[in-house]
């Protein structure tokens, strides 16, 4: 973090409290510190819990795809490729981001997209059926040291910040999955109907739920009763545009909507109407992957 910081110790040390102003009264945020020498590994309470280098480094040729983290900061995943492969293992950080550890017991699969609980325990995962012979929803109990195949295709995942409700795509089926019990089981939101569907978005207890088809009809889908109900909601024809990503606030009032080409959409009001956001001098987007703070304020096309 680029940022000032006070103590009352006089040598930095594991043990010490950082704060933000010389009165001390608010601590440093979760995360970590660089004092010119040493990388010092900050909790939520802004006390020194360690050391760590700044980043690792996996060997060989690879890129890096995705990245995915928990609401509270604290558990984050990339996913990385060795070059001229589609598989490739998780690197996992449990302290924020301040150090990191490859992830080879959940094994080498075509990672595409994982959600964490805020604990970090649970995790719902979709792994590339077209590329990976192990392709399809995986669900993991034990912060991701193992991996469970739940035997259904998906290329999207969600889930509330406690880990029990869990949703997944499958964009080539049409189907949404829905697990109430952490993953363990699963079944189809049958009151949908079919889709191609992407990317879903959820509200932090699982309530509010939100998705979008890139079959050309240019509308979202919302449920505000854990998808037992739905409804058509955002713009609607005559245009003609993918509904790909979206992105709620942790309350389910704000959410997001990045049609593929006329995007961003906005909404404030759980999902009932969105309107549309233009960008720069007036443009509209083809818009790929959206984000959204808990609260709602700060927002990312």
Same mark, same amino acid.
């Given at each position: 973090?680029?940022?000032?910081?006070?103590?009352?110790?006089?040598?930095?040390?594991?043990?010490?409290?950082?704060?933000?102003?010389?009165?001390?009264?608010?601590?440093?945020?979760?995360?970590?510190?660089?004092?010119?020498?040493?990388?010092?590994?900050?909790?939520?309470?802004?006390?020194?819990? $360690?050391?760590?280098?700044?980043?690792? #480094?996996? *060997? %060989?040729?690879?890129? @890096?795809?995705?990245?995915? =983290? +928990?609401?509270? /900061?604290?558990?984050?995943?990339?996913?990385?490729?060795?070059?001229?492969?589609?598989?490739?293992?998780?690197?996992?950080?449990?302290?924020? $981001?301040?150090?990191?550890?490859?992830? #080879?017991? *959940? %094994?080498?699969?075509? @990672?595409?997209?994982?959600? =964490? +609980?805020?604990? /970090?325990?649970?995790?719902?995962?979709?792994?590339?059926?077209?590329?990976?012979?192990?392709?399809?929803?995986?669900?993991?109990?034990?912060? $991701?040291?193992?991996?469970?195949?739940?035997?259904? *295709?998906?290329?999207?995942?969600?889930?509330?910040?406690?880990?029990?409700?869990?949703?997944?795509?499958?964009?080539?089926?049409?189907?949404?999955?829905?697990?109430?019990?952490?993953?363990?089981?699963?079944?189809?939101?049958?009151?949908?109907?079919?889709?191609?569907?992407?990317?879903?978005?959820?509200?932090?207890?699982?309530?509010?739920?939100?998705?979008?088809?890139?079959?050309?009809?240019?509308?979202?889908?919302?449920?505000?009763?854990?998808?037992?109900?739905?409804?058509?909601?955002?713009?609607?024809?005559?245009?003609?545009?993918?509904?790909?990503?979206?992105?709620?606030?942790?309350?389910?009032?704000?959410?997001?909507?990045?049609?593929?080409?006329?995007?961003?959409?906005?909404?404030?009001?759980?999902?009932?109407?969105?309107?549309?956001?233009?960008?720069?001098?007036?443009?509209?987007?083809?818009?790929?992957?959206?984000?959204?703070?808990?609260?709602?304020?700060?927002?990312?096309?």
């Amino acid at each position: 973090q680029c940022l000032s910081y006070f103590s009352y110790c006089s040598t930095l040390s594991v043990g010490c409290y950082l704060y933000t102003n010389p009165k001390r009264t608010t601590t440093v945020g979760a995360g970590w510190v660089f004092d010119g020498t040493t990388n010092w590994v900050v909790n939520s309470s802004g006390m020194i819990t $360690g050391t760590a280098s700044c980043q690792a #480094t996996p *060997a %060989g040729n690879s890129e @890096w795809s995705g990245g995915f =983290i +928990s609401e509270t /900061g604290q558990y984050q995943i990339v996913i990385n490729i060795p070059s001229n492969s589609y598989v490739g293992y998780l690197w996992e950080s449990s302290d924020y $981001g301040a150090t990191w550890t490859e992830n #080879t017991s *959940a %094994g080498a699969k075509s @990672w595409q997209h994982i959600s =964490i +609980s805020s604990n /970090g325990v649970y995790r719902v995962a979709a792994v590339d059926s077209t590329t990976n012979v192990d392709g399809g929803l995986y669900v993991s109990t034990n912060s $991701g040291l193992t991996y469970t195949y739940k035997n259904l *295709a998906a290329i999207r995942t969600a889930i509330s910040d406690n880990g029990q409700i869990m949703y997944a795509t499958d964009h080539y089926a049409g189907v949404i999955y829905k697990s109430t019990d952490y993953g363990s089981t699963f079944s189809s939101v049958t009151a949908l109907g079919s889709g191609s569907w992407q990317q879903p978005s959820t509200s932090s207890n699982g309530q509010w739920v939100l998705v979008g088809s890139s079959g050309n009809d240019f509308s979202f889908k919302r449920s505000g009763d854990y998808g037992v109900s739905w409804s058509t909601t955002g713009p609607l024809p005559p245009y003609i545009y993918d509904m790909v990503a979206t992105a709620m606030s942790n309350s389910g009032q704000y959410q997001m909507g990045g049609p593929f080409g006329v995007g961003p959409y906005i909404s404030s009001d759980y999902g009932a109407t969105f309107t549309q956001k233009l960008i720069g001098n007036n443009y509209t987007k083809a818009i790929e992957y959206v984000a959204m703070s808990g609260s709602g304020q700060f927002m990312l096309a």
